[in-house]
């Protein structure tokens, strides 16, 4: 392993700059005055020559472990784990930060979750990420407070602490803007029974965009039931036997949509020709492989990461102006992913 | 936090035993000569305190950072990942270790392996969990030696490092086992067209089970396609159509088997009463929710993720005669997960 020989004069050499200014710009030094090009030259050649300083001794000298920890729950069980753990991760390794993972049940106990913060403060990471695998409000454990932590998918009741989360309003205003471009007006809605944001945020879009076409509101057309496929399945047999049945059916996840399309075929309606669908969720399997492909509004997971790091990165080097306010989840956009599943009503 | 005021005089107090014996038995001593039944003792003692000795002390004085690193390919895109992991967590925090998990590209170039083997040398890692997402052979990272390393759902080409891989022969024996079991004696297999293990594995498994029930093998009908629903779609429609069809189909995996129910359906087959279908990975949203429920071998991700851990821990703590021999994988069964596909042939 040649490279390491290589040493910060090396890298100073090369980039012909002083071993001070290397330092600075490879230790991420808060307010080191270097511009963006010598940043760039220095990274460059420390790139060129493998020249990669020893973690522990670099945390022993800055007081920083170069680590940062994400506490999440649920990885095994939710299909969206993956693309926030990649987002996460992606960002991290671009600040040249390892992302050290612990994973919780959803229902683990208050002690649990404060073991878990435990574990990660006693390995001195620089920063911790809190993330739900949906759409929560929660109480963060006390002993968050005391280390740089930003939530994803989840909003401190507290209010103390940076946040982000997906714009669920604007997702299911997206998503029934679809249906009502193609001409439908009678456009049912099986929403999620549980009380989450995301059910309220998505029951409002609905509300929203309907009122601003001026289509009348008609809570014969919004059903709740269980967000699984066989609940959706239920639930869309009853609303589209029922009398003057909707023409578009917007689902509040791919789930949903699944159970949906299945109820359709046992009804003889072929999508998109007799039914219009959108889902929300763009679970991947499932939206892809439903045939025809399922159009749909994508969670934005994977960004969620990359806003959760490069936040923790600007809290860890104390630019919390950047970060702030806390009091505010940040919002990011939920877009469509359109497939087949939409077209004009019939007659 | 008062337990932080809780020291290890506490513990030996409490359990009945010296400090050296409490030592021994939290830092799991090698060779360290503790009863199960004082281990036992000792570690409910510490529990009850809530007694967790500082990492980097500890890591100072026992030169282990308490950390194992997990390589892997794809989080975010396969769905096994997840299981993996958890499998990998839950045993790491049995044993008091924290999981740091590194994410690479299925094509990331040898460098970027390199570089990520040096990123948890460097964070003084005391062993390398190395996972690839679907069954392989694998030339390992030269710097990995010299780390206490296991490979997941890999086998090294070299031979040198310890691996756990699934029994693909034995699952497909299983899942056609079932399908004769109910009668079949016609049975198709729409396999993976890749040259991977598992395609080998799993026609060698549909091969032998044929031969030991006396059912004459016919290469008609085994078609090989890209292993996603499209693909399974359009096999299954070919194999359907042709003269003396199969009265049931192996499937390589759930993915495929989704496009064999869809295939089926257009061909006005009711699935089990018109054919019978098994598949293989028990991919949770395609097997639940397929209607009827994709009966299914499982993949023991979650299984190999825990005696990966297992095995590493024993090679950290220098009990290698448990952990080898190396040269050949460590096997681990694919059970049978029952649901509704299959039934008797008509007739």
């Known amino acids: 392993m040649e490279q390491k020989h290589v040493g910060i004069r090396d890298v100073a050499k090369a980039a012909g700059v002083s071993v001070t200014t290397v330092s600075h710009v490879l230790n991420e030094t808060p307010y080191a005055r270097t511009s963006a090009d010598t940043r760039r030259k220095v990274k460059e050649a420390a790139k060129a020559l493998g020249y990669g300083p020893n973690r522990m001794a670099q945390s022993l000298r800055t007081k920083r472990s170069g680590m940062i920890g994400l506490l999440s729950e649920e990885i095994a ?29 959803r229902d683990a106990s208050d002690s649990t979750h404060r073991a878990d913060v435990d574990a990660l403060v006693d390995r001195q990471v620089d920063g911790i990420l809190y993330a739900t695998m949906y759409h929560r409000e929660i109480s963060l454990p006390a002993n ?95 609303i589209l036997s029922a009398d003057n049945p909707p023409t578009a059916l917007f689902c509040y996840n791919d789930r949903m949509a699944m159970g949906a399309y299945r109820a ?53 080097q104390g630019h919390e102006e950047h970060a702030l306010p806390t009091h505010y989840p940040t919002v990011l956009p939920c877009p469509l992913v359109t497939r087949e599943s939409i077209a004009a009503p019939r007659g």
Chains 1, 2 share one sequence.
Not at 297 to 314: C, D, R, S
């Open 264 to 316: 359709a075929a046992e009804l003889g309606l072929t999508i998109p020709r007799d039914l219009s669908i959108v889902g929300f969720d763009n679970q991947q399997i499932i939206a892809e492989n439903l045939h025809p492909g399922l159009t749909t509004v994508a969670l934005p997971h994977y960004e969620m990461g990359a806003w959760a790091v490069e936040t923790l990165v600007e809290l860890i």
């Open 77 to 105: 069980t939710t299909p969206h784990a993956g693309r926030i753990i990649l987002g996460a991760q992606e960002t991290a390794r671009r600040h040249d930060l390892t992302l050290v993972i612990i994973n919780s049940e």
């Open 144 to 238: 968050l407070s005391g280390t740089p932590a930003v939530l994803i998918d989840a909003v401190d009741r507290a209010g103390l602490v940076a946040s982000v989360v997906p714009d669920e309003v604007g997702g299911a205003r997206t998503a029934v803007q679809a249906l009502l471009d193609a001409g439908h007006r009678r456009i049912g809605f099986l929403n999620n029974s549980d009380d989450v944001p995301a059910t309220r945020g998505r029951l409002q879009g609905y509300r929203e965009v309907l009122d601003a076409t001026g289509v009348q509101f008609d809570e014969s057309l919004v059903l709740s039931a269980v967000s699984e496929p066989a609940e959706g399945y239920a639930a869309a047999l009853r």
